[in-house]
């Protein structure tokens, strides 16, 4: 039992802090698929924790690895020293992902990554002679953190409003939700390269020669699981082609195993130059985020460079922290010894039925699943956007011993990939039973 703590000085991000001063919901323990309160009431984890645990809690082989690394080597500089570990990190990173990203930048969050990506491709283009490539294509509804690059390019409204757009020089695709079927399993209905060619008219407006990159999450996580229509992302990758500009894969969410396979570029079959990622990576351990870049892409910086110039003025004092990368390695270790990306076809089929089986439940208005990702849309009260699905979370977690994550109306299940059927029964069930009791 651990005593509430005194709660006037941490201002929680992307809450309600009065809300949650009222009611706390304290997590002060985890261990595999289950957290527990301060009074140790043990309650599962249907969301990995933010989308990041995928190996589970508190796993031996991370915490044993995290432990010995903080006795031999607690930091070292990146810039122009190193130490092993970074290297090897990167090259079990260069075989995970898809050829030819064999290029690892690393940085501690998925804002620093999606802006990291952003700053390789205005310098690529740069150092090609193509320095007027400096507009970037994000998507309505799409997340890339918090950063001024990430909001600028994203597409969540909240996020921007009080903030402004300070990178002036984006424009956005339109989000791949409109007109889509309701209850979709895996990639939402046909129509993706319709939807995809409308990147051809904003080249129109802009000309190719003015644009850097599109950045994309190849399922949108945070704006409520969106996932494509078929071949949306292979037109993408076309349009991109013909007109020299870069594709950038947001995989923050979707890399580490979350639909069933190493990456989003592995199960769509459509690599992007950089692959941004971050949670899954230290299975939410240590923090970490980083890029796999493609091969040209490094070969044009090296080329560039001259004597022992630096080839890339960017990065982080935390790039490669001993202690994120010990974890990394381990987490990489630990996901191949459990074969936990691949968690085969018959686990996500009865994850996919588990969440569509809500779909007729008081409230729904639609359910939709990729891989172990599953959206449960709930109708809005009027003039209170949001608040259903706050109500269901609070009542899973004070009554109902369960985790959730909502996103305005939208129940958002990602669980940890060690979770066993009876995981999502008891998922499935509780969040059923919290429908049926919301007013
Ligand atoms: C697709 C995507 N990109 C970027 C981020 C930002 O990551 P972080 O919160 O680690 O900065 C997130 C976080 O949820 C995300 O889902």
Same mark, same amino acid.
């Given at each position: 039992m651990t005593a509430m703590p005194k709660m006037d000085a941490f201002w929680m991000p992307f809450s309600s802090n009065k809300n949650f001063r009222a009611n706390p919901r304290m997590i002060a323990g985890a261990k595999d698929m289950y957290y527990h309160d301060i009074n140790g009431r043990k309650m599962l984890d249907a969301c990995a924790g933010l989308w990041c645990c995928n190996a589970g809690h508190c796993r031996d082989h991370i915490v044993a690895a995290i432990q010995k690394q903080a006795t031999e080597l607690d930091f070292s500089p990146v810039f122009q020293y190193a130490h092993p570990k970074v290297f090897e990190f990167s090259e079990m990173l260069a075989d995970f992902f898809?050829?030819?990203?064999n290029t690892v930048f690393l940085a501690n969050s998925g804002s620093e990554a999606a802006d990291s990506s952003l700053k390789i491709a205005l310098a690529y283009h740069r150092l090609r002679g193509?320095? #007027? /490539?400096q507009l970037f294509i994000g998507r309505e509804?799409?997340?890339?953190?918090?950063?001024f690059g990430g909001i600028s390019v994203g597409g969540m409204v909240k996020n921007r409003l009080w903030f402004?757009? !300070?990178?002036?020089?984006v424009d956005h695709l339109p989000? =791949? !939700? &409109?007109?889509i079927a309701k209850n =979709?399993?895996? #990639?939402?209905?046909?129509?993706g390269e319709e939807k995809a060619n409308k990147l051809l008219d904003i080249i129109g407006l802009?000309?190719?020669?003015t644009i850097a990159a599109v950045i994309v999450e190849p399922v949108a996580g945070s704006a409520g699981v969106l996932p494509p229509p078929k071949g949306y992302l292979k037109r993408l990758r076309e349009i991109c082609d013909e007109h020299d500009i870069l594709l950038i894969y947001d995989?923050?969410?979707? @890399?580490?195993?979350?639909?069933? /396979?190493?990456s989003a570029a592995e199960y769509f079959g459509v690599v992007p130059d950089i692959l941004n990622f971050a949670k899954g990576a230290t299975s939410g351990t240590v923090p970490l985020g980083g890029n796999v870049i493609r091969d040209e892409i490094r070969q044009t910086f090296l080329d560039a @460079? &001259?004597? &022992?110039?630096?080839?890339?003025?960017h990065g982080y004092t935390?790039?490669?922290h001993p202690l994120a990368v010990a974890a990394g390695i381990a987490t990489l270790e630990l996901y191949e010894k459990e074969g936990l990306m691949e968690r085969g076809a018959e686990m996500v089929k009865y994850f996919e039925e588990g969440i569509h089986?809500? /779909?007729?439940?008081?409230?729904?208005i639609d359910t939709r699943n990729i891989g172990f990702m599953g959206g449960i849309d709930l109708a809005p009260t009027a003039g209170k956007p949001g608040e259903k699905a706050m109500t269901v979370m609070e009542d899973c977690f004070h009554n109902r011993d369960l985790v959730i994550r909502v996103a305005a109306d939208t129940i958002a299940v990602s669980p940890p990939l060690i979770m066993e059927k009876t995981h999502i029964d008891q998922t499935i069930d509780t969040i059923g039973a919290a429908l049926k009791a919301l007013k």
């Open positions: 898809p050829d030819p990203l193509k320095g #007027e /490539k509804r799409g997340y890339h953190g918090v950063g402004g757009n !300070q990178m002036l020089r989000h =791949t !939700q &409109s007109g =979709t399993r895996g #990639e939402a209905a046909d129509g802009h000309d190719a020669s995989e923050v969410i979707t @890399a580490f195993g979350r639909l069933g /396979k190493s @460079a &001259s004597g &022992s110039a630096i080839d890339l003025f935390y790039s490669g089986s809500l /779909k007729d439940h008081p409230h729904v």
